[in-house]
């Protein structure tokens, strides 16, 4: 198997947890409306952040009481949300290791504004080259072409790249298609990022 010579990363879940981010504020958010949040409905309209955003926020403006457009609720779930955004102690460190030793990409499904604004609070965009946005692309995770373009200005082999994240389509599965190895964060695969170092020294057997 080839020598493993470049890494791709995915953000959420990956690099931190969105879902606790989100949950976070949504607590919140609760507190100061003064109410007890009905998690089973949020948690199926939102899907791990996969479901459609509109109806969600649509949801949540009744639940809270916003007023504003869509445009607004955007801004204030985007608000939300990277305020609450935390690494895991190491994390950045891990990354500051990595960049020196691989070429580091990260490739997130979202949308431009979101995920820029979470890597920002996160502190890390500037230990990523590329940074591949699928809102700012037009194609999401699995699809190959969005591999292709983290790699686009490495020469380097695909087959010499790991995509490290924690979804099994659309990152393992999408990054195998796409004709690179994947590590997936979770089941079957290491438990956290934090693992990724002992993961490479492994490789090189």
Do not use: C
């Not at 939300?80 to 190491?90: C, D, F, I, K, N």
């Not at 946005?133 to 190959?144: A, N």
């Amino acid at each position: 198997m080839p020598e493993i010579r470049g890494i791709l990363l995915d953000l959420d879940e990956t690099l931190h947890s969105r879902e606790i981010a989100f949950w976070s504020w949504l607590e919140a958010e609760a507190r100061r409306s003064g109410i007890t949040l009905a998690r089973d409905s949020i948690a199926q309209l939102d899907a791990r952040g996969r479901g459609d955003k509109a109806k969600l926020l649509e949801h949540l403006s009744q639940v809270f009481g916003w007023e504003g457009n869509h445009e607004q609720r955007m801004d204030r779930f985007r608000t939300g949300l990277t305020a609450h955004v935390r690494l895991e102690p190491g994390i950045r460190e891990l990354l500051v290791r990595l960049v020196r030793a691989y070429p580091l990409g990260l490739i997130t499904n979202g949308t431009g504004a979101t995920q820029r604004a979470k890597l920002a609070s996160l502190e890390i965009a500037d230990l990523f080259d590329p940074i591949i946005i699928s809102g700012e692309v037009g194609f999401r995770k699995p699809d190959e072409r969005i591999f292709q373009l983290g790699i686009a200005n490495w020469n380097l082999p695909r087959s010499s790249v790991v995509f490290v994240g924690d979804d099994p389509i659309a990152d393992v599965q999408g990054a195998i298609g796409a004709g690179m190895r994947a590590l997936r964060v979770g089941e079957g695969g290491i438990e956290s990022v934090l693992r990724l170092e002992a993961w490479l020294e492994q490789q090189l057997g």
